[in-house]
Structures are given as structure tokens and as C-alpha cells.
């Protein structure tokens, strides 16, 4: 039987009153005395959830909305997919915990992540299971490559976010996260990324004939740059918190061209993109390269148990034995939904949907590109972007994002900001969704943004 105002009963959002109602803001005020100054979502999403379903959460409230953060990407297939919750309970009657011991749960798991590689790429990668956050899997990356190579030295890119740990967040190219930390990893040099509408050399399209590849493949083969050969180059294929900006395919292949001749290992880290988000199972497929190390973690349950994994060229295993460890690799709830939701992406052809969902919110975002505060709409699959602007110069506008974020949290959708000082609205829905919801929700996002800036005009 489904509960009264159980988010089960919903098709569509519905939002009642004030946001934040009397039930959430009571438990916002005993989270701000209780809670460390470092939390973010209910500052921008004032509400405190009671349940999840599906693409839909209901809050203390009553309020029903549409879930476009989705766990921040981690719930591919939505909140409480019945198959992975029933996948859970089984897996919790026989074990939970197992530290990097093989059990049937693990070997699962294993075999369905290796399925989902090319034959020629399975047959050469191992996987690493790491603690439980993308951070530590990246942490997990550059370990395993200065191991490997005994160099110190790491290249990453402009706008990359890679996590808050020390060494991931010294990739990380957000200053803000790392001005206040000193004596951070040292030996990281940052190079531009192939983010063409903000160029970050002050170029066109028409003008730009080298590439921002050119520029890395300069620095690393001029032996007055100042740079020693790298132990890794890390990159990611679309920037996630850096405003959903994909790598254009001449820069992805030229980085990966040049990291093979130079002998350099080249992390891929599809945290956010990996699992099926941008329409194949990893970002890195349709730019036909692939990496040495690939990274990653959010999605891998399918239902937001936390895991986290590398697969890398064998090559690369040079580690001693507890080289890199952590207590709770060995979730075997993680593992057992995760084998799962292989099964049912390719049961139910979840890329497709991810492929043709994607297509229709490009349609249905289109015509917010006439509006003069819209610099750009970016997407893959179903992770997109609307970067806002001052039409006039350019500059960022992160008080129109928050004003659009807001405008569709009171009309039942919840959404993320990012980018370049938060001026992007960002959408991650869950992989399985349909065209119904993409609809509803692609009128409130089209309609806050139109209203935004009527007011604004």
C-alpha cells in the first residue's frame, strides 16, 4: 500500500505554500546549530526531504518536487529503485561488510563493471577498490602513477574539480577551495581546457588555430618550460562542477596522443560522468581514446550506496600490498546493487533513454538561447548546463542563476548551480526518466528563466 503523500502517488510536482513550510524550517534551524558551517545544499535548497521515489522527492512539508540534483548524480536509475533496494536486503541478510576480501557479491560486481568496457580495454585493466568518496579514488589515481613511474609531477586542467581531500582539491582548479588551505600538494601545474565560449586565452573559434592542446604539448616538450615530465596528466571529458563544458574531440585526442608519446599516464575521472550519465557507459567512448586510469565512483550503485574504484592499464601495478587501503572498500550492499544496475541498463536500454531524453532537452532548452542573458546551453546525455551572463560584458551572473534556482525550487523542481562563480544552472535527472517528467520540468526551468529576466529587463 503506498502512504499518504508518498512521493509514489505523483506524477508531476506539487508545492503547497511557503518554501521552506513550517515542518522543513524547523529542522534547517536545529541543522544550522548542530551542523558544520561547510554545508551547502540547504542554503541554496531550503528544504528538509522525507522521502524519495523515482525522479520525485516530498519534503516535511508535503511538497512533491522533481529531483534534477538526483544525490548530486549518484541515483542513475532515481530514488529507491525497487530491483536495487530488493538487491540490498538480500545482500544484508548475508553480508555487509568485507573489507578487500573476494565474495560472490564483489566478483559480481567486478564482472558487471568489466562488461561494460571495449574487449580490448578489458583485457588489459585491474580494478582498485578504494574508500568510499570520488576524492579518495582520485587520491587512489595519483598514488598509483607516481608509484608507477617515480615522477612527482601532475598535470590538470582549468575549471577541473577533482574533490575536497588534500590532494584531489589541489587539482581541483576552483582558488576558493584551496586559498585558505596552505601547504597544499605541491607539483600541480594547471593548463587551459577547451572551454571555447570563455576562451582562456582570448581567442575564437576563428582564430584559434592550435588548440589549448598545442599550449601542453609545447610546455612538455620544451626543456626551458619548467616543467618536469608528469607522472600523470588527469582530466575529465566534461566538467562537471566547472559549468558542464565537454572537451572538444581535437583537444581529447591530442592530450591522449601526447600522453602516449611522452610515456605519461593519462586519468580520465568519470566521477560524474561515468555510469551512463552523458549517453555511454564512460565519456571518454565517443572521443574514440582510452585512458590509462579510469576513475570512478558516484553512480557505480545505481542508489547512492557510496563506492568508489579505479580500473587502470596493468602496466601500472606496481603497488605493495596495502599501498592504498581503506576501511570501507568492502561494501557489499554497494557491490550487490551495483551488479544490479548493470542488469538493468542493459535490460531496459537505459542509454537510449539517456540518448533521446538528452536530445529533448536540448529541444526544449533551445529557446532560451534568445535571450540576451544566456551565454550558452551545453549538455551530453543528460547532464546540461545554462551558463548565465551580463549580456553587455560577459561577466558571470551568479545572482541570476540563484534567482532561477529559486524560481524552480517554489515550482517544484530542484536543480543545481556551477561553473564559473555558480552562474550555471545545472540539471543531472535520473537516467530512467521519462519524457513526461523531462517535460514538466523542462517548462519550469524554461519559464523561471524567462520570468527571471523579463523582471530584469
Known amino acids: 500500500m503506498v502512504a499518504p503523500n508518498s512521493p509514489e502517488r505523483y506524477i508531476s510536482p506539487h508545492v503547497d505554500g511557503a518554501v521552506p513550510g513550517p515542518r522543513s524550517l524547523e529542522l534547517l534551524r536545529r541543522q544550522e546549530q548542530r551542523e558544520s558551517n561547510a554545508r551547502v545544499y540547504p542554503r541554496q535548497l531550503p528544504i528538509a526531504i522525507a522521502a524519495g521515489q523515482g525522479p520525485f522527492v516530498r519534503d516535511l512539508d508535503g511538497n512533491v518536487f522533481i529531483d534534477f540534483l538526483n544525490g548530486a548524480g549518484v541515483l542513475s536509475l532515481g530514488h529507491n529503485h525497487p530491483e536495487l533496494v530488493d538487491a540490498m536486503i538480500e545482500q544484508l541478510r548475508d553480508l555487509t561488510h568485507g573489507l578487500d576480501f573476494p565474495t560472490p557479491a564483489k566478483d559480481a560486481f567486478t564482472e558487471a563493471q568489466l562488461s561494460m568496457l571495449s574487449p580490448g580495454l578489458r583485457s588489459r585493466v585491474k580494478l582498485h577498490f578504494c574508500g568510499p568518496t570520488g576524492a579518495n579514488a582520485v587520491e587512489a589515481a595519483i598514488k598509483l602513477c607516481k608509484t608507477a613511474t617515480g615522477r612527482g609531477e601532475v598535470v590538470s586542467f582549468e575549471g577541473g574539480f577533482h574533490g575536497c581531500s588534500t590532494a584531489a582539491m589541489a587539482l581541483t582548479g576552483a582558488v576558493s577551495q584551496r586559498n585558505r588551505v596552505a601547504n597544499g600538494l605541491p607539483g600541480v601545474h594547471f593548463f587551459p581546457f577547451s572551454y571555447c565560449g570563455r576562451c582562456p586565452v582570448g581567442l575564437t573559434p576563428h582564430t584559434c588555430t592550435t588548440n589549448c592542446a598545442g599550449y601542453l604539448e609545447r610546455s612538455l616538450h ?39 608519446a611522452l610515456g605519461i599516464p593519462l586519468v580520465v575521472d568519470e566521477v560524474q560522468t561515468g555510469c551512463g550519465r552523458t549517453g555511454t557507459w564512460f565519456a571518454f567512448e565517443p572521443y574514440g581514446i582510452e585512458p590509462d ?22 602496466h601500472l601495478d606496481t603497488w605493495a600490498p596495502g599501498a592504498h587501503t581503506g576501511t570501507f572498500r568492502g561494501n557489499q550492499l554497494a557491490f550487490a546493487a551495483g551488479a544490479a544496475t548493470v542488469r538493468i541498463v542493459r535490460r531496459d536500454g537505459i542509454l537510449d533513454n539517456v540518448g533521446r531524453r538528452g536530445e529533448q532537452v536540448a529541444d526544449r532548452l533551445s529557446p532560451l538561447l534568445t535571450c540576451p542573458h544566456v551565454r550558452e546551453i551545453r549538455g551530453r546525455g543528460l547532464m546540461w548546463g545554462i551558463e548565465l551572463a551580463d549580456p553587455d560584458t560577459g561577466t558571470p551572473a551568479p545572482e541570476w542563476a540563484s534567482a532561477v534556482q529559486t524560481r524552480c525550487l517554489h515550482h517544484g523542481l530542484i536543480v543545481e548551480l556551477g561553473g ?38
Open 222 to 260: 620544451d626543456p626551458n618550460a619548467g616543467i618536469c615530465r608528469p607522472a600523470a596528466v588527469v582530466m575529465e571529458m566534461v566538467q562537471g562542477e566547472g559549468g558542464v563544458v565537454p572537451a572538444t574531440r581535437e583537444f581529447a585526442r591530442r592530450v591522449r596522443e601526447l600522453t602516449r
Open 293 to 314: 586510469v579510469i576513475v570512478a565512483s558516484k553512480a557505480l550503485s545505481g542508489v547512492g550506496s557510496p563506492i568508489a574504484i579505479i580500473m587502470y592499464d596493468r
Open 420 to 457: 564559473r562563480a555558480d552562474s550555471v544552472v545545472r540539471i543531472l535527472p535520473p537516467l530512467n526518466v521519462s519524457a513526461e517528467v523531462i517535460d514538466t520540468a523542462c517548462d519550469i526551468l524554461v519559464a523561471a528563466v524567462r520570468t527571471c529576466f523579463s523582471s530584469a529587463e
